[in-house]
């Protein structure tokens, strides 16, 4: 059987965060109150909780960014930052959210390059929102990809069937005639037991 499509997961796969925002992001939080910023990931969650990340998910890029701006209303106000929280987080969003937050690996364009050269299908499968689309796209890879599958759309997160099944029905083909590309095992082994 030929191969007819190539998946990718997006993060730790295409992308790596950008170190520069990231250390943006903190010594701009951490300049407000005059205090050290740590976000672990319970803090997150807890955030996440708070700013009302909805159970189904994330349905629209307008929702998506209506959440994102309460999340760093709430991580400000968690911080002690009590003056100009709205204009903070107006610009913690505006820095933050699909603005160069993300790098591709070097060898990414080659890549895609070489299976869009020999006739493949590309798609991305990632456990994120609907601005997985805006965000490849920004870094120059919307001309190769074809499928963009979501986990908040989806309604799953890998390894469950069901988003695996949803990028490959969105070409038109089978798991046999596919490729599945991911850093983390138990993602891979999820599309891998489709076969």
Do not use: H
């Not at 001309?143 to 070409?171: E, F, R, W």
Request: glycine share 6%; net charge negative.
């Amino acid at each position: 059987m030929k191969y007819k499509a190539i998946f990718f997961d997006r993060d730790g796969t295409l992308t790596y965060p950008n170190e520069k925002k990231i250390e943006w992001y903190r010594e701009t939080v951490e300049k407000w109150p005059n205090k050290k910023f740590e976000l672990d990931y319970e803090k997150m969650m807890r955030l996440f909780d708070a700013a009302g990340y909805p159970k189904e998910g994330l349905k629209s890029i307008d929702e998506e960014k209506r959440f994102w701006k309460r999340y760093y209303e709430e991580l400000l106000k968690g911080e002690g930052i009590k003056d100009g929280v709205e204009e903070k987080a107006d610009l913690l969003f505006s820095e933050l959210w699909c603005n160069d937050e993300r790098k591709l690996y070097d060898d990414v364009v080659e890549v895609m390059e070489y299976f869009k050269n020999r006739g493949f299908k590309i798609g991305v499968i990632s456990d994120t929102s609907p601005y997985l689309q805006i965000t490849l796209e920004n870094l120059g890879l919307g001309k190769y990809i074809d499928s963009y599958t979501c986990s908040d759309l989806v309604g799953v997160m890998k390894p469950d069937p069901l988003i695996y099944n949803t990028a490959l029905k969105s070409l038109n083909i089978t798991a046999i005639q596919s490729i599945y590309v991911d850093d983390y095992d138990v993602e891979a082994d999820g599309a891998r037991n489709l076969y």
